[in-house]
């Protein structure tokens, strides 16, 4: 678990091929103290499991379906990320609750400044349009964001030049990729939801919830 305060970039040392997927042998751009091996640690918003720990440098491992849903396997050896240590209990949660668990990939639409502030556009895709809302919490390469607006398929973001400074979401550019993870409280409100409003099954029950259920239960 993770809040999308981003603790310090770091940089893609090597990356190679293994059993479908890829490891990555990476260096933090500050101390990780107290290390454990195989401690949790978001690169680029992507919650991974470190080994091999020694000093800032550390390895990790990428399945194939962590690289089919990010932008990971599109670095190039030498390029930034953003990572962020695993929270502890005794931590403030400064941004918002992230899995660590990439849902999207989206593409920068515009970047226009906007006084000392800067104005990101991003197309994403629009299955997930419905757990983006106006002033609601998202993560960009591991970035906790607050959306200005959105659409369907589009969401708006302002981002302070601390921020831009701290991470690698000043380098980007129109065009760009970046690893999107919504708000998942949304995706589990809306499972709960979704059988008592389309008559589904609740969950291991095999009962149907429907009008006719409501009433035989005294629900009506």
């Known amino acids: 678990m993770f809040t999308g305060i981003i603790e310090g970039t770091g940089k893609l040392l090597a990356k190679r091929n293994v059993g479908g997927g890829m490891a990555f042998d990476l260096q933090a751009g500050f101390d990780l103290t107290d290390p454990e091996e ?43 990320v953003n990572m962020e240590r695993a929270l502890q209990l005794t931590d403030r949660l400064g941004g918002h609750i992230v899995s660590g668990h990439v849902d999207c990939v989206a593409t920068v639409r515009e970047r226009q400044p906007s006084g000392d502030f800067t104005l990101f556009s991003f197309g994403f895709p629009k ?29 708006e973001v302002s981002i302070i030049p601390h921020t831009l400074q701290v991470t690698t979401l000043g380098v980007l550019k129109r065009g760009d990729e970046v690893n999107i993870e919504v708000d998942i409280i949304g995706k589990y409100v809306e499972k709960m939801l979704l059988p008592r409003e389309s008559g589904g099954t609740v969950p291991g029950s095999g009962t149907t919830i429907n009008p006719a259920f409501l009433a035989e239960n005294g629900f009506f």
């Not at 440098?57 to 050896?77: A, Y």
Request: with cysteine; charged share 20%.
């Open 38 to 80: 195989g401690e949790s640690i978001a690169v680029n918003g992507v919650c991974l499991t470190a080994y091999n720990i020694k000093g800032r440098k550390f390895t990790v491992d990428i399945s194939p379906e962590s690289l089919s849903r990010t932008i990971l396997g599109r670095i190039g050896v030498g390029g930034a």
């Open 127 to 155: 299955e997930f349009g419905r757990y983006v809302i106006e002033k609601g919490s998202i993560t960009i390469n591991g970035v906790s964001l607050t959306v200005n607006s959105c659409t369907m398929e589009t969401f």
